[in-house]
């Protein structure tokens, strides 16, 4: 059983950034893919951003490509997504998931554990 804790999130202003943590606890962090999700009010959680289980390998949502960065420290057990240039229609709820082998990282179904969320809001 994994459980995970996102923490972080907070109101920034357009342009602004935030950085993201979710941390994670057992001793088999280091087996699992992990990813992160929004949903924003009325619509479907979206994928953002995932990880290897090792770190070696990122995958990110063209939305946020090159803005956002997604990152893990295993001795930690716990994954960050360090948001910069944020804008309005990235305010969501954000949640970090971890899932081991995944074949498609940017399905949320395939994702075994999830956080409880942290709101991010992007407004002037």
């Known amino acids: 059983q994994v459980q995970l804790v996102e923490s972080g999130g907070g109101l920034v202003q357009p342009g602004g950034s935030l950085r993201l943590s979710c941390a994670a606890s057992?001793?088999?962090?280091?087996?699992?893919?992990m990813g992160w999700f929004r949903q924003a009010p009325g619509m479907d959680r979206e994928f953002v951003a995932a990880i290897s289980r090792g770190g070696a390998i990122t995958w990110y949502a063209d939305s946020v490509k090159g803005r956002f960065a997604i990152s893990r420290d295993n001795a930690k057990n716990t994954v960050y997504l360090q948001m910069n240039r944020l804008q309005p229609e990235d305010t969501a709820v954000y949640y970090c998931a971890g899932g081991q082998s995944l074949s498609r990282v940017r399905d949320p179904d395939l994702y075994s554990y999830w956080g409880q969320g942290t709101q991010v809001t992007v407004s002037s």
């Open positions: 057992g001793r088999t962090f280091s087996t699992y893919d």
